[in-house]
């Protein structure tokens, strides 16, 4: 596989397992190392961008809170006391190298919203072009249950895609994906490299999740779907050793996920990663095979619209068999997409009282998903 050094951006996810231990707390050996690998890559030409965890976990080891389950105003307040001190031990192990970090916190809002996402993605960039490297986390203190990330896996793929890089490097407690989750199944075999994340591939998940973490391989892989179609490959290594990102170089063992081959760009990158649609649009086969060919959704293909979703919001277009096949922006509102579902572009006029704009989703406002060319029918 490529060394690291050959990429020119590289966003590195580290799980808070991996960063915390329950008793003592921030683990600063391995982050020292850690940060070894980063100066080393800057030095070499690659920008590196860090979306760590930890904040809770080590807010709560600080605060002798124990091993019950938090409610979610304590997560909240754990996660104050932790990043404040996580992002210190960032700047202080950064700094021994001479580089310069930023904190940046965000909400679900500052990516998902397109005003947001861009304004996010210029202060990240002018960070990156003053060279200090942007040390990332989900600002856990304000993030409610309802509107929140949840994990970093998918905060990461996010991150990586909106700034371009052209690596995804998630650092986790597992060092790569298996036929079946290990722990569960002693037959799984190890899988070195994916091609593309199909309905096989992520049937290997399984749901299981490490006790600090809350993303599993599932996250994961839904970070490698954001990733990869925006042209970010992404690889899945153990964190659990010192100096895990020179690991990889020599050949640790490791899960490489290759990016798409015609990868989206812009303004679709942002509509491809959406990561919580706020409808679903099932269509017939006809309405399958022309968009497989690039053409617009028209709402004679609709068979089904639900969820409460406004014009210009991100939809989920499923297949017959209920499998996503692409995501766009709605050009009707939900009430009004129900009422010219399977209409044809004639008829709309009555049913509406005023003239159709002819595609339920436009193929401009369109990304078909990584798998669609396997997809039914
Ligand atoms: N944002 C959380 C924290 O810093 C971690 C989320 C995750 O584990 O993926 O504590």
Request: hydrophobic share 45%; charged share 20%; proline share 3%.
């Amino acid at each position: 596989m490529n060394k690291l050094s050959s990429f020119r951006r590289i966003t590195v996810k580290i799980g808070s397992a991996l960063l915390v231990d329950r008793k003592s707390g921030l683990k600063r050996d391995w982050l020292a190392s850690l940060v070894d690998d980063v100066a080393v890559l800057t030095v070499q030409g690659t920008e590196v961008l860090v979306v760590s965890s930890g904040a809770i976990a080590l807010g709560r080891t600080m605060l002798g809170l124990k091993s019950r389950a938090l409610r979610l105003e304590e997560s909240q307040a754990a996660a104050a006391v932790g990043q404040i001190a996580l992002a210190g031990a960032w700047a202080d192990a950064l700094a021994r190298h001479g580089l310069k970090s930023g904190q940046v916190l965000v909400t679900l809002g500052d990516t998902e919203e397109r005003r947001r996402y861009l304004n996010v993605r210029a202060t990240v960039g002018t960070l990156l072009k003053m060279q200090a490297v942007p040390v990332i986390n989900e600002n856990d203190t304000v993030a409610t249950s309802e509107i929140r990330y949840g994990d970093n896996d998918r905060l990461a793929a996010r991150v990586a895609t909106m700034m371009g890089a052209d690596l995804l490097v998630l650092l986790s407690d597992i060092d790569g994906l298996y036929t079946a989750p290990p722990a569960i199944d002693p037959n799984a075999e190890f899988i070195p490299f994916v091609e593309r994340i199909t309905p096989a591939i992520e049937a290997m998940a399984g749901a299981a999740a490490s006790e600090l973490s809350r993303g599993g391989m599932r996250t994961k892989l839904d970070a490698g779907k954001i990733a990869t179609v925006a042209g970010t490959a992404m690889v899945i290594t153990s964190g659990t050793r010192p100096n895990p990102l020179s690991a990889i170089d020599k050949g640790e063992r490791a899960t490489w996920f290759a990016a798409s081959a015609n990868p989206v760009r812009g303004y679709k990158t942002w509509i491809a990663g959406n990561l919580e649609p706020a409808g679903r649009v099932t269509v017939d086969a006809g309405a399958v095979r022309a968009l497989l060919s690039g053409k617009s959704l028209l709402p004679a293909g609709v068979t089904l619209v639900s969820g409460n979703f406004s014009r210009g919001d991100t939809v989920a277009v499923l297949d017959p068999s209920g499998r996503e096949i692409a995501r766009g922006l709605a050009a009707y509102d939900a009430a009004d997409a129900v009422r010219i579902a399977g209409l044809k572009t004639a008829e709309i006029e009555a049913v509406l009282g005023h003239e159709a704009r002819s595609a339920m989703v436009h193929r401009d406002d369109m990304v078909m998903s990584a798998h669609a060319e396997t997809a039914s029918p």
